[in-house]
């Protein structure tokens, strides 16, 4: 198990790799996190770096295609930061992302505060604490080279492959009668190509995703907070993407939301 000093160490070199857009293979063996716990600690360290108060948190590995590409065999979370959200339409740049791939996500905001406490909650208690829904697009990215063979903690550590948020304007429809499973969403390049998706693909609901979320940091000792975004997970196969592209992803009577990438 790693000691304070070196999570820290971990937490600066990541931190070291997002800033100035390198690379390593993966962490060094002596600042490896044996379990989520110590995952999770190594990345709350990176967001005491950000300038601002945490945006969000996102989900990562919600489907199958995502697990299987990262081989893990459960979700991760991830925080989103506010300083790499942006609104939708707004010019991204793609740099030396590895990944290069652009997701379809459902966002909800929390209205209330779902705080650590010994039971699990249930759905219905999340979606309650629930004040708006969001489409929105990721284009996660990893500080591992070997990001297919590090395992999920290492994964965690990085932040659960997340990188640039674009969020679209608050849904104005009544959502909460939606079945989210059904909703159909897509992403399409512009002049380019299309792929189409689901809710389904996020656990089998984007509120079942939302759930898994606030349990995940509940069990942690984490605080899913008033406010707070929470970025549920691809309801497309991830698209491959390169600069220069235009994507618009839409989510039905959830809305749209555009991103250009430089």
């Known amino acids: 198990m790693l000691t304070d000093s070196q999570c820290q160490e971990a937490a600066d070199l990541l931190w070291d790799c997002w800033a100035h857009n390198r ?8 600042l490896q996190p044996g379990d989520r716990r110590q995952a999770y600690d190594i990345q709350r360290r990176l967001e005491a770096r950000s300038f601002a108060p945490l945006a969000g948190w996102k989900n990562a590995a919600t489907g199958p295609g995502g697990q299987q590409l990262l081989k893990v065999d459960a979700p991760l979370a991830g925080r989103l930061l506010a300083e790499r959200i942006h609104r939708s339409g707004a010019r991204i740049t793609l740099g030396d992302n590895l990944m290069r791939v ?3 996500e ?8 779902l705080a650590p406490r010994d039971t699990p909650y249930t759905q219905e208690e999340v979606m309650a604490a629930v004040a708006a829904v969001h489409p929105a697009i990721e284009i996660p990215d990893t500080r591992y080279d070997l990001f297919r063979e590090v395992g999920a903690a290492q994964l965690i550590a ?3 492959c997340g990188d640039q948020f674009v969020l679209g304007a608050p849904a104005s429809i009544d959502w909460r009668s939606l079945d989210l499973a059904a909703l159909a969403t897509s992403a399409t390049i512009e002049g380019g190509e299309r792929r189409t998706g689901s809710g389904a693909q996020v656990l089998g609901d984007p509120r079942v995703a939302l759930t898994w979320l606030a349990n995940e940091l509940r069990e942690y000792g984490l605080t899913l907070a008033a406010g707070q975004l929470v ?7 991830p698209m491959p993407v390169r600069a220069g592209q235009t994507v618009l992803a839409e989510l039905g ?5 555009v991103v250009h990438l430089d």
């Open 23 to 30: 690379r390593i293979p993966q962490l060094p063996a002596h």
């Open 102 to 104: 652009a997701e379809v």
């Open 106 to 113: 459902v966002a909800f905001r929390m209205g209330s505060t």
């Open 158 to 160: 990085d932040n659960s």
């Open 231 to 237: 970025a549920t997970g691809s309801t497309i196969v």
């Open 253 to 257: 009577v959830l809305g749209s939301v």
